[in-house]
């Protein structure tokens, strides 16, 4: 096979323009890429993925959305993943990747068109699935989405959704759905399924409260209560409502002073407030404040249910806090590993623009904090470059994104920069004029070496000058000066004028 062959083939795994359908549409375009391993999507203006592994994968089917043609992923447990954006011409080349790479045919699935509103409706595993009456699939609901399920009459099936404060002013939302039954008996079957199914995500009582919580971003103190599918932020002007769904990582950072942890939780799409957008919520813990962890479940309850909070009952605020809502989300925490500064630290001080604060060096990618937060992805950075080298104590550091936007951290102290340099190096990032500045600063080097060089050899002139003095010769030529003297002078002139009168 040839590197052509190769490269055409890597190609035509991947597609761009392609974006989520349904809950994560407002996360805009991305590319999707078929590998041996799975399916990951990748947005292109914002932090989110979404990665589903092969084992993970049932059946794969083609349809038409609302955008384009969708890929639905059916996964185990009938939860499905939809991504839209495809050209009807994408489906060979897609079941060609699919089929090399996952071991899995793409099938085109039919679709009701007739505009039928009435069906059949079937519970599997964690979807809520409509039939319309021709036995085709029409559309299906994740129980996750859930808050709320009731009975407003006895032919009558009432489902509340979860509505966020990430979502956008544009964005529409499904809140309400009405399902009507006319056998009472089917009906009162199908709301208990859908309340057995839909039961870890209502809302009722928080599974936790921590109070008091410091926010630098948004700024303030708020009370925040973790329920099974979202949490909410009380605080005494604004309160917030953010689904599981929203975080997409979290990040935990112990700051230079030693006395406080940053906790920062990424959300795609950012809470919302008026016309400012939150990517990131940024706590701030004191190092050594403790809490005591008291759950609103009974023992048996939270071992069959969150196994992994059982034992949980107090320490560190950080830790305590960190730990459950890593565990309710599921998303990945990041803490920085092998990175440490001049004096041992994580991070270093510097600025973005005229904002004060410190850049953290984590294992795949860079975050500022504490105003505004910035997660810079390793796999982004397009060109590094370090500036103003020529001075002796600071120095600035420049980061090029592929989005072609330009980060400029500056005022980092001069002893930073070996370990910053010698970090990023081995990331294998790339790094433009860094010959050209180590050059100018071993220039300066020179010049001082020189400096000290020069200064060296006058102070062995000097000392040369020093061994020509002989105390012996001095002791002479005082002797001989003594002889010489005013008295000396005055006999040898008696005895020339005692030799004149001879005379």
């Known amino acids: 096979m040839t590197e052509a062959t190769i490269n055409r083939q890597e190609a035509l795994s991947q597609y761009g323009g392609v974006s989520l359908a349904g809950t994560g549409a407002s996360s805009g375009t991305g590319t999707l890429r078929v590998h041996s391993g799975g399916i990951s999507w990748?947005?292109?203006?914002?932090?989110?993925?979404?990665d589903i592994d092969k084992e993970n994968l049932e059946s794969l089917r083609w349809i038409r959305g609302a955008r384009g043609m969708q890929l639905v992923c059916v996964l185990k447990g009938d939860n499905t993943s939809r991504f839209e954006g495809f050209r009807e011409q994408d489906f060979e080349a897609v079941n060609e990747s699919c089929k090399e790479k996952l071991r899995l045919e793409v099938k085109r699935a039919p679709q009701p068109l007739k505009g039928w509103n009435w069906g059949d409706a079937e519970l599997r595993g964690k979807a809520l699935v409509f039939h319309s009456a021709e036995g085709v699939d029409a559309f299906d609901?994740?129980?996750?989405?859930?808050?709320?399920?009731?009975?407003?009459?006895?032919?009558?099936?009432?489902?509340?959704?979860?509505?966020?404060?990430?979502?956008?002013?544009?964005?529409?939302?499904?809140?309400?759905l009405r399902v009507y039954v006319h056998n009472e008996s089917h009906a009162a079957d199908l709301y208990k399924g859908i309340l057995k199914s839909a039961e870890s995500s209502f809302t009722g009582e928080s599974l936790i409260n921590f109070a008091d919580m410091p926010l630098l971003v948004p700024r303030g103190r708020y009370d925040v209560d973790l329920y099974p599918n979202h949490l909410k932020l009380h605080g005494k002007s604004f309160d917030y409502k953010i689904l599981y769904t929203a975080v997409t990582r979290m990040f935990l950072l112990p700051?230079?002073?030693?006395?406080?942890?940053?906790f920062v939780v990424s959300l795609?799409?950012?809470?919302?407030?008026?016309?400012?957008?939150?990517?990131?919520?940024?706590?701030?813990?004191?190092?050594?404040?403790?809490?005591?962890?008291?759950?609103?479940?009974?023992?048996?309850?939270?071992?069959?249910?969150?196994?992994?909070?059982?034992?949980?009952?107090?320490?560190?605020?950080?830790?305590?806090?960190?730990?459950?809502?890593?565990?309710?989300?599921?998303?990945?925490?990041?803490?920085?590993?092998?990175?440490?500064?001049h004096r041992g630290q994580s991070a270093v001080r510097t600025a973005l623009g005229a904002n004060d604060g410190y850049l953290f060096f984590l294992e795949n990618c860079m975050f500022f904090v504490n105003k505004p937060p910035t997660y810079i992805r390793f796999e982004d950075v397009e060109m590094i470059e370090f500036k103003r080298m020529d001075l002796e104590r600071r120095f600035d550091l420049q980061v090029t994104l592929s989005s072609g936007h330009n980060l400029l951290f500056s005022n980092i102290d001069r002893p930073e920069f070996d370990n910053i340099y010698t970090f990023l190096q081995e990331k294998r990032l790339p790094m433009s004029t860094i010959k050209e500045a180590l050059k100018r600063q071993r220039t300066q080097d020179e010049r001082q070496?020189?400096?000290?060089?020069?200064?060296?050899?006058?102070?062995?002139?000097?000392?040369e000058e020093d061994e020509d003095f002989d105390p012996n010769k001095k002791m002479e030529e005082s002797d001989q000066d003594v002889g010489n003297s005013p008295g000396d002078k005055s006999e040898s002139s008696e005895n020339g004028e005692e030799e004149e009168e001879e005379d």
């Open 268 to 341: 795609d799409p950012p809470v919302r407030q008026g016309n400012t957008l939150y990517p990131h919520l940024v706590f701030q813990f004191q190092k050594d404040e403790e809490v005591d962890a008291e759950f609103a479940l009974t023992e048996n309850e939270l071992k069959s249910r969150y196994p992994n909070l059982v034992g949980i009952s107090g320490g560190a605020t950080w830790e305590v806090f960190s730990k459950i809502l890593r565990e309710l989300t599921k998303k990945p925490l990041h803490s920085p590993i092998s990175f440490r500064s």
């Open 255 to 262: 700051k230079p002073d030693e006395a406080h942890i940053t």
């Open 449 to 463: 070496d020189e400096d000290l060089d020069d200064g060296d050899e006058e102070e062995e002139e000097e000392e």
């Open 42 to 50: 990748r947005a292109k203006e914002t932090a989110r993925t979404l």
């Open 141 to 176: 609901i994740p129980l996750e989405e859930v808050s709320q399920v009731q009975m407003p009459s006895s032919s009558e099936v009432a489902l509340e959704f979860h509505v966020d404060d990430t979502a956008a002013k544009t964005d529409e939302c499904l809140v309400e």
